[in-house]
């Protein structure tokens, strides 16, 4: 057990450009969670996977942000023309099932200059 | 109002102190989460539970369905004990999917 691995730890980039990150969840887990968190805040919903399937997306994902799990293994989140607002640790957990711990990953920190 | 209120927001302790982390949620839930967060970001799950009392080493956690409120306690702190700790609830709803709601965190610091 490697544990979840997010990769890069820190991104920083120009507005308006695009990023991407990825999460490589603990291997035997089918569920996989992006989280966005802000300075002072808790960490705030954004999309899961179970297995391959998106099963949920919340309202603070604009269409310039997506995310794919294509094998049901690792995952991709992408923001397209980012903004300053976008500004945020980006976290990525998984685990086995609704009713097992979460695991979180150390997260990739985004800067939008 | 948030969906997860925790208090107090920030606790400063002295080494040894007995520390408690208050949680109260407004929405009918099927678990809970205690979480503990280090400066860096890394996140790591304390405790799940949806009833009664959970014990680990110097860290308790109890759940009231009835009031809705959720306590974590910590007995003999230690400065390393210095995190940030959020409490975070599934609702009971379908409609909910299988997100976590997140409260803002109670900022602990252990003096030695």
């Known amino acids: 057990d490697t544990g979840v691995s997010q990769d890069p730890r820190h991104k920083i980039t120009k507005r308006g450009q695009n990023v991407t990150f990825r999460c490589d969840p603990i291997s035997e887990h089918n569920r996989l969670y992006w989280y966005r968190q802000t300075l002072g805040q808790g960490p705030e919903f954004l999309t899961y996977?179970?297995?391959?399937?998106?099963?949920?997306k919340s309202r603070l994902l604009s269409d310039r942000f997506s995310a794919e799990r294509p094998k049901g293994s690792f995952s991709t989140l992408e923001i397209q023309r980012t903004e300053q607002g976008d500004s945020a640790m980006y976290l990525c957990a998984s685990r086995h099932s609704p009713w097992s711990p979460l695991h979180f990953g150390n997260g990739t920190r985004l800067t939008v200059t | 109002k948030n969906e997860v209120e925790q208090s107090p927001q920030n606790l400063t302790a002295q080494e040894g102190e007995f520390i408690t982390i208050n949680c109260s949620y407004s929405?009918?839930?099927?678990?809970l989460h205690w979480l503990q967060q280090h400066p860096g970001g890394g996140i790591v799950s304390l405790f799940m539970l949806s009833s009664g009392k959970k014990k680990h080493g110097r860290l308790i956690a109890t759940i009231n369905i009835q009031e809705k409120h959720s306590s974590l306690h910590i007995t003999a702190s230690h400065p390393r004990d210095s995190a940030v700790y959020i409490c975070a609830v599934r609702s009971q709803k379908k409609s909910s999917g299988d997100k976590l709601t997140f409260g803002t965190g109670t900022r602990l610091a252990v003096r030695p």
């Open positions: 996977f179970q297995n391959e399937a998106q099963l949920e």
């Open positions: 929405v009918g839930i099927s678990a």
